[in-house]
């Protein structure tokens, strides 16, 4: 008999259906995904030997559980793929606000109603994905929001005192009953409203004005917090960090090809730019670099955080000033050049939160030094490293590059020049294709021009050549030489 065609309960103890817990819920259900060698929680890159482990025994025991970490590291989304452990369907009492157990029911109202009805009572089924609720802390959030108080609407209607609990309108923690229930930033939730979490946590108890109500809740809660909260809005009080069980400390990708992995499940993309744009793999280390970059330079606030949301929403810019390049030159595809990451800087200076020095600077001066250093950081992996005093009598293999433009040689990038130009100037200095075939050779010919530039804005950076922007493009000469010339 299939389940959802259950609709007494009468029915359902002939069914031989036996009530559980939420938190043996997700127990038992995590034991035969372990058991059967299956993926607890898909999509999430970097924690497989970290932060899902200790929260999958969190969850054998039975755990509330805090996410600690700085923003864009999937808390949120590690608290909503929970319901995956959950039982596909249960049984509720039919109208009940606070989802009744059929065989233990809490409510007045379920109470009451199987009381009349007994065997006759209406059984209906609801879905895991209705078993999740989910609240952001915010200084505004009132007792009332989360736990309830009295409705004098109800009261008139029904014509009852204020000293008959079925006037009580219940918040959203009790209409999570047998849910999981996420509150977000919980360091932003006020002290007062904190300390009514008490005896929910603990005891399953929720206390609404004077009532002398205990509804013994079944909910897994999980709450997410940031250890920048702690210090500048608020923090979480200290019994009620001695009530959660687990607190687990999430982290930012350890490698850039973890970094990769995430940016380009989650990009956003247009089917028609994944076509028509090729991006080259050092493309894409670079662009991931950049966070590398910013969670250790002396410009940015580290305790803020770094999110990937950053280098995702970079990646989208990146592909869109590509694009719109294309749509210029009226092509059906292109490649990616470096003079595209320009356009990633609004992405980049509305994610960063900079300390002094950082706005003394600037936030899109930071945010081309973070291009910079990520360019810097590297080159060495796929050429020679350039050495600040070289050896005497040493033969640097970059002299013949450098040799090229002191020689006079002009040199203009522009940024809107067809596939064709751009590959045509860059084949103009010889020595640069010579250095390509030496150290990398079985480069992919789509990303060979890509590697050109990146020499040049290396080069540049290592102070072997100069680089300066012109209306419409890049100007590169030697060190020195354009400023003899201007003399």
Not at 373 to 380: G, H, N, R
Request: charged letters at 30%; proline letters at 4%.
């Amino acid at each position: 008999m299939n389940i959802k065609e259950i609709k007494t309960l009468k029915e359902l103890k002939e069914s031989g259906y036996k009530s559980k817990s939420i938190r043996d819920e997700l127990r038992d259900n995590l034991i035969q995904k372990i058991k059967a060698k299956e993926t607890t929680f898909t999509g999430i890159h970097g924690y497989e030997n970290t932060v899902i482990p200790e929260l999958e025994r969190a969850i054998l025991s039975r755990h509330n559980i805090n996410l600690l970490g700085l923003r864009g590291q999937a808390k949120t989304r590690l608290a909503r793929q929970m319901i995956t452990l959950l039982d596909e369907w249960i049984p509720i009492v039919e109208g009940s606000e606070i989802l009744d157990d059929p065989l233990n029911p809490l409510s007045r109202y379920a109470i009451n109603l199987i009381a009349e009805e007994g065997d006759r009572t209406p059984i209906k089924w609801i879905h895991r994905n209705e078993r999740f609720s989910e609240k952001l802390a915010t200084p505004d959030v009132t007792v009332a929001d989360l736990i309830g108080d009295v409705d004098p609407i109800k009261a008139a209607n029904l014509k009852l005192s204020y000293a008959d609990d079925r006037v009580l309108h219940f918040g959203m923690i009790p209409r999570a009953n047998r849910c999981i229930f996420v509150i977000n930033e919980l360091p932003d939730l006020q002290a007062r409203i904190q300390v009514a979490l008490f005896n929910i946590l603990q005891e399953g108890d929720i206390q609404i004005r004077g009532f002398k109500l205990r509804l013994p809740l079944d909910i897994q809660f999980v709450f997410t917090a940031n250890p920048e909260d702690y210090t500048n809005r608020g923090s979480i009080v200290t019994p009620l960090k001695d009530r959660i069980g687990s607190q687990i400390l999430t982290h930012y990708p350890e490698s850039i090809e973890i970094a990769r992995r995430i940016t380009e499940q989650e990009a956003s993309l247009d089917e028609r730019q994944q076509e028509a744009i090729i991006v080259p793999s050092l493309a894409r280390d670079i662009l991931e670099q950049i966070s590398f970059e910013a969670r250790k330079s002396e410009f940015v606030d580290v305790k803020s955080g770094i999110s990937a949301r950053m280098s995702i929403t970079a990646f989208e810019n990146l592909l869109s000033t590509a694009e719109h390049r294309a749509l210029m030159n009226n092509a059906s595809k292109t490649i990616i050049r470096l003079s595209d990451f320009m356009g990633i800087i609004p992405a980049i200076t509305g994610k960063i939160e900079l300390v002094y020095e950082g706005e003394q600077e600037g936030a899109a001066m930071v945010a081309q030094t973070l291009l910079s250093e990520s360019i810097k950081t590297l080159f060495p992996l796929y050429f020679p490293k350039i050495e600040k005093l070289e050896k005497e009598n040493a033969i640097s293999p970059y002299q013949k590059i450098v040799d090229w433009f002191f020689e006079g040689n002009k040199f203009e990038l522009l940024d809107d020049v067809t596939e064709k130009e751009y590959k045509d100037i860059l084949d103009t200095i010889k020595p640069l294709e010579d250095l390509i075939q030496k150290y990398q050779k079985d480069i992919p010919e789509n990303e060979k021009y890509f590697l050109k530039e990146f020499v040049l804005w290396s080069l540049v950076e290592f102070n072997k050549l100069s680089k300066s922007r012109i209306t419409e493009g890049y100007k590169f000469n030697d060190l020195y030489g354009s400023f003899i010339n201007d003399l």
